[in-house]
């Protein structure tokens, strides 16, 4: 059963703090499978390229875990934060176009792992609309709100033009979806109780570009010196 956080702590938790969770649960994960016991906050800082004392604030937010001077129990700590992630329970998702990104992201397999379900597919595409594809039919979008609702969706992954996003969102929300997962590049406007999360792949392919062709001019400049 997943770990509520009450409202006031829940204010004070940052989103990188939900980030690097995130990190320590696959770190424990690993650390699991290479059959460690317990780990430190140094090792596991280390692991993760951060300080002891970031992980055991980060921690600290959730309850008292570990023992000084033992360390934390692996597979009692990566259990705590699979509870506190939601990630103890099955959530029911639907994906909203099966075009290069919907259908690679139908194919991801990690989704299944942690217990997000691809269960419904939607696309606008007439060739589509009815096949088998990779084991789950393909609706019509034009049924979009009636079927979220009436397969109780818990999440939405939105791969579709950014000219369109938009406009699906709204029947998303409209259906009473509070998590959505958008991969169109686009700036949506969702209600505040609406939890939007955004992947952008050409943001982070220009963060790195970025980072190429500043660190060899760093390099260029120190040569010059």
Do not use: C
């Amino acid at each position: 059963m997943s770990i509520p956080v009450s409202p006031s702590i829940r204010k004070r938790i940052s989103e990188s703090t939900i980030h690097r969770l995130s990190l320590y649960y696959r770190a424990l994960s690993l650390l699991e499978k290479e059959n460690y016991e317990t780990v430190s906050s140094k090792e596991l800082a280390k692991r993760e390229k951060l300080t002891p004392a970031q992980v055991r604030k980060d921690l600290s937010f959730f309850g008292s875990f570990g023992t000084r001077g033992l360390g934390y129990p692996v597979k009692e700590l990566r259990a705590q934060i699979s509870s506190i992630l939601g990630l103890d329970r099955t959530w029911r998702v639907a994906l909203i176009g099966i075009g290069n990104i919907g259908s690679a992201l139908v194919s991801y397999k990690e989704f299944s792992k942690q217990g997000f379900q691809i269960v419904k597919l939607f696309d606008n595409d007439q060739r589509k609309i009815g096949s088998n594809h990779k084991g789950i039919i393909v609706s019509d979008i034009r049924n979009l709100e009636t079927e979220l609702r009436n397969d109780r969706i818990e999440m939405v992954v939105l791969a579709v033009p950014a000219t369109v996003a938009q406009y699906i969102v709204d029947d998303v929300v409209r259906a009473g979806i509070k998590a959505i997962l958008n991969f169109a590049p686009a700036n949506l406007k969702v209600p505040d109780d609406v939890y939007l999360r955004n992947e952008n792949m050409s943001m982070e392919l220009e963060y790195l570009s970025f980072a190429i062709v500043n660190n060899h001019a760093q390099k260029r400049v120190k040569l010059n010196i």
